[in-house]
């Protein structure tokens, strides 16, 4: 369990413990481990490559958030030396996907929760680093350019992927992202 970084974010904001993902002991059945989270058979991970970079996962959907306004289902929060970098993220089926932008472009301008979050997770450790905001889907099913392109100027959102997710398949890694 990344301590540092999970202990910083959890003194700066109320997180409960449960909504972070956990080594051992989750209580949330999306976390599979600390660091990848599953809902109805789609997968996305963030490992850490070095002891220097530390990343928590933060089930938002019926966890952080629990009222039934429109909310994504995680966050991923990344730090090293140099950089940091949240994930918004949605897992969603192949008909759903626009759905999904509508998820995260409404958690991200309208959740006072996750702006939260991205303001605290800036002030750790008193560096001067920005955090990047990116935004993820994660689904069975794929967009073309055009569509991927009109998704995002509809919800003025730009993912960094629709990444493919099925169950007997390797799991996508934002570690390609950052």
């Known amino acids: 369990m990344n301590l540092t970084l999970m202990n910083g974010v959890m003194n700066l904001i109320k997180i409960d413990l449960d909504c972070i993902c956990q080594k051992y002991k989750n209580s949330q059945s ?4 600390e660091y990848t989270i599953r809902e109805k058979g789609k997968s996305v991970e963030l490992k850490p490559k070095n002891s220097d970079e530390k990343v928590i996962a933060i089930i938002i959907d019926q966890c952080l958030i629990t009222d039934n306004n429109t909310k994504c289902d995680a966050l991923f929060l990344f730090n ?11 897992l969603k089926g192949a008909g759903d996907i626009e759905k999904a932008f509508f998820q995260l472009s409404y958690t991200q301008k309208n959740r006072v929760e996750y702006k939260n979050i991205i303001t605290k997770f800036q002030e750790i450790d008193n560096k001067k680093v920005k955090v990047i905001e990116k935004f993820v889907i994660v689904s069975n099913g794929m967009l073309n350019k055009i569509e991927l ?6 919800y003025k959102v730009r993912v960094v992927g629709v990444l493919h997710s099925e169950p007997m398949k390797p799991i996508p890694n934002l570690r390609d992202y950052i």
């Open 149 to 154: 392109a009109k998704l995002e100027n509809r």
């Open 80 to 90: 090293s030396n140099n950089k940091k970098v949240s994930f918004l993220t949605e």
């Open 30 to 33: 999306e976390c599979i481990d």
